[in-house]
């Protein structure tokens, strides 16, 4: 019995001695792993630059023609296809063998391998979150540009509608008092975390009109900041549209990840890799870390969309509705407030003094900076600034989710009690739903920054411009179909239309636009449409209708009969049979516009050849009064002729059609909020 205890003692002995040689061995694994992760890391970002740089170097040799083809293949070989070829090559070399076996011994020659492995698709993780969260602000893109035309709207219709007249005073009342009472970044903290979306637009439009006004102005850079003479732009000009192409190409550059983004990653990546060298490595301190860098990347776009907000608010200035004679505006409890502050109408932007501009010695080669550049992070540069800023922003976000979904969230549930794992989802996720509510609106005021001012860009005015004339072919052409289904239908002409008592918003701003058609159609530019005019227009644009059924058209668009029709008479007619009806849902505008697009097309394929030769597009585009250049006339039937085939199809007219289908919905500002 003694020797068989003996025995036993002996051998849980050695047992112990193992485990504790086991756990002491732990300690240099883990920092080996940790170790052999950051380096990876770092290995991963070093080719990833290489690729990149590789693929600037190739497209910049290349010539304009051969670009696109380069570009394409590019697009078949992507970064991540890359890595995981490098991969595989290493690997079928054993190279991974050999160097494990150096670090971990003999006995985990895979060990480097797998490591390897898991920081690869790791990395695939966070490239796909990092895409999700760029196509998350492309959807939100939709909303964004809506908001931006009905904005658009309301500042055109300003002078002509009432009731918008009223709301942009309120929007700008608000704007103001948001930048009254948001005066330090830690009330704007506050501030975000509760303002609703109708304040939140309202404010918005508030900004949207200041901005506007300014854009159109093109004022001076210098005293005395007067407004340029001739700037090409006139009231009506879509800044919506300019808008809009602005984020779609600021969207661009942020997909195209630039060598000092990956470089700050692997900053970052060093830096983690000493905060877990100094905590020994251990999971759990590791993982609260983690949470609280994600509050810190919270808490710096606060800060930034802070920033950007306060560069709009010194770029806008006040806005003069042209009904409001005195300068002052009734309130609804119909005392009397100024509409403007007494002491000047001129940006914030221009009372920045001489001595905060940068001295001669310390400017930057060939730009003199201005007052607008001391606004801006990084001075003249400030547009590269904060795209490279959203860059980093939407990788370290999606690598902060992506870590927390596939080693912090797992580690959690497997190694800490149930509450504790609760508690650290739900402090985790907090950071970044505050920055998905907050995106949309941040990624529209970091357009408008970049867009305005010195940083304006006339390639997208001009374009912005070519689709100002197309919306009115557009329009023209709807138009004319309406009056050739007119000419074949008995039932268009059973009563004189006669104005409705009321319209509303939407319908009152599509008069406005109606008149565009009207000086469209007027070839002679006198102002009034003849009936031989019209007769002629119809000729060109489609069979010719009978005398009988023109005549009826005639009575339509001129009920006194002295052979003119004037603005006013066509405006009644617009209106009774071209608005659309406010009830259509969504199903049914769809059918609406493929049946017209259809019916426009087949008026000019007289041949039913199922296409129309651009040459023959061209003839109607010279028909309407609208002046394009040949210059804009090419751009515009390239956009058209998508496979370049040299005509026109009717899937091809169907998208002409829907791209300018904002032209025929029915829009309504938002009810202000309470109190207002």
């Not at 190694?415 to 504790?420: A, G, K, N």
């Not at 026109?648 to 059609?657: A, K, M, P």
Request: hydrophobic share 40%; charged share 20%; proline share 3%.
């Amino acid at each position: 019995m003694d020797i068989s205890q003996s025995a036993r003692r002996v051998l849980e002995d050695v047992v112990e001695n193992r485990e504790q040689e086991s756990e002491d061995e732990g300690e240099p694994n883990a920092f080996a792993v940790t170790t052999s992760v950051v380096g990876i890391i770092l290995f991963l970002i070093l080719l990833t630059i290489a690729f990149e740089e590789g693929k600037h170097r190739i497209l910049h040799a290349a010539t304009k023609n051969t670009q696109p083809i380069i570009q394409s293949l590019f697009g078949e070989l992507t970064v991540l296809g890359f890595l995981s070829l490098f991969t595989f090559c290493v690997t079928r070399m054993g190279e991974f063998e050999r160097l494990s076996v150096r670090i971990f011994g003999q006995q985990e020659e895979q060990e480097l391998l797998e490591i390897f492995e898991l920081v690869h698709y790791m990395l695939f993780g966070v490239m796909v979150f990092f895409v999700v969260s760029v196509l998350g602000v492309v959807h939100g893109t939709k909303k964004t540009e809506e908001d931006w035309f009905l904005m658009d709207l309301a500042c055109r219709s300003a002078d002509h509608v009432r009731g918008v007249a009223d709301k942009l005073h309120a929007a700008q009342k608000m704007a103001s008092a948001q930048k009254e009472s948001t005066t330090s970044w830690f009330s704007y903290l506050l501030h975000t975390c509760t303002s609703t979306n109708s304040s939140n637009f309202y404010v918005d439009l508030g900004l949207f009109a200041g901005i506007r006004n300014e854009f159109l102005l093109d004022r001076a850079l210098v005293p005395p900041f007067d407004p340029a003479e001739n700037t090409g732009l006139d009231q009506d000009f879509n800044f919506s549209s300019y808008l809009s192409h602005s984020l779609g190409h600021n969207l661009a550059h942020i997909v195209e990840l630039e060598d000092k983004t990956w470089l700050f990653l692997g900053l970052l990546t060093i830096l983690y890799y000493v905060v877990l060298t100094l905590t020994n490595c251990k999971m759990h301190i590791f993982a609260w870390i983690w949470i609280g860098s994600g509050w810190v990347l919270f808490l710096f776009r606060n800060y930034f969309d802070y920033h950007i907000l306060n560069i709009l608010y010194d770029m806008s200035s006040p806005v003069s509705l042209a009904h409001l004679q005195d300068g002052t505006k009734r309130d609804y409890d119909g005392e009397k407030t100024p509409l403007f502050p007494s002491n000047s109408r001129l940006p914030s932007w221009t009372e920045i003094g001489e001595e905060r501009l940068p001295s001669d010695s310390n400017r930057s080669v060939g730009k003199k900076l201005t007052r607008q550049d001391v606004l801006f992070w990084g001075g003249r540069n400030g547009p590269e600034v904060y795209r490279l800023v959203n860059q980093i922003h939407f990788l370290c976000s999606s690598a902060y989710v992506t870590l927390l979904l596939l080693t912090f969230y797992p580690y959690m549930f497997q190694e800490r009690p149930l509450p504790t794992a609760i508690i650290y989802i739900v402090l985790s996720l907090l950071p970044f739903l505050f920055l998905i509510m907050t995106l949309r609106r941040s990624a529209a005021h970091v357009t408008m920054v970049c867009s305005i001012g010195v940083h304006r860009m006339p390639q997208t005015i001009a374009q912005v411009l070519r689709e100002e004339k197309t919306d009115r072919v557009v329009r023209s052409l709807v138009l004319m179909q309406k009056l050739q289904y007119l000419a074949g239908s008995s039932e268009g002409f059973t009563k004189t239309p006669t104005a409705t008592a009321v319209l509303s918003l939407s319908q009152e701003i599509e008069l406005l636009f109606a008149k565009k058609t009207f000086h469209a159609m007027d070839t002679s530019g006198n102002g009034q449409i003849e009936v031989t005019e019209l007769r002629t227009l119809m000729d060109r644009l489609g069979s010719p209708v009978t005398d009988s059924s023109f005549q009826a058209i005639v009575m339509l668009l001129d009920p006194n009969g002295d052979g003119i029709i004037t603005l006013e008479e066509f405006t009644l007619f617009y209106q009774q049979n071209v608005l659309l009806h406010e009830d259509k849902n969504e199903r049914a505008t769809n059918n609406i516009m493929k049946e017209l697009a259809h019916q426009i097309f087949h008026q000019f394929d007289k041949d039913n050849t199922h296409s129309i030769t651009l040459s023959e597009f061209k003839a109607v585009l010279e028909t309407f009064n609208v002046d394009f250049t040949i210059d804009e006339m090419g751009q515009l039937l390239n956009e058209i002729d998508h496979d370049n085939t040299g005509s026109i199809g009717v899937h091809e007219f169907e998208d002409l059609l829907e791209n300018h289908r904002y032209l025929f919905r029915s829009y309504h500002l938002p009810p202000l909020p309470l109190g207002l």
